[in-house]
């Protein structure tokens, strides 16, 4: 098992920045990736940013040069630096990571962002 904790998330103004953090523990061998997605009321879960053993990072075409995930040196926590944050950008958002095929999850953190 694996268990992921977030952190870092709250309420910010349009154009501000917040740094969410997610701690993974457990059995995390063989993790493939990690990574963040986000869910607002009323839509579907989806993807923000992902990066995955080797490195290689993907983002959502929507947080493309505002956003930026990155791993601790321990390869046990990942970041997500969110700049230039809209209001559209708020949701909770949940700490993602794949051990295919199983995916494991957070429990989530809100991020509010106010106009």
């Known amino acids: 098992q694996v268990q992921l904790v977030e952190s870092g998330g709250g309420l910010v103004q349009a154009g501000g920045s917040l740094r969410l953090s997610c701690a993974m523990s457990?059995?995390?061998?063989?993790?493939?990736?990690m990574g963040w997605y986000r869910q607002a009321p009323g839509s579907q879960r989806e993807l923000v940013a992902q990066?995955?053993?080797?490195?290689?990072?993907n983002y959502a075409d929507s947080v493309k040069g505002r956003f930026t995930i990155s791993r601790g040196n321990a390869k046990s926590t990942v970041y997500l630096q969110m700049n230039s944050l809209k209001p559209e950008d708020t949701a909770v958002y949940y700490c993602?990571?794949?051990?295919?095929?199983?995916?494991?999850w957070g429990q989530g953190t809100q991020v509010t962002v106010s106009s």
């Open positions: 993602n990571a794949q051990r295919l095929p199983v995916t494991y």
């Open positions: 457990g059995s995390i061998f063989s993790i493939n990736a």
């Open positions: 990066i995955t053993s080797s490195g290689r990072t």
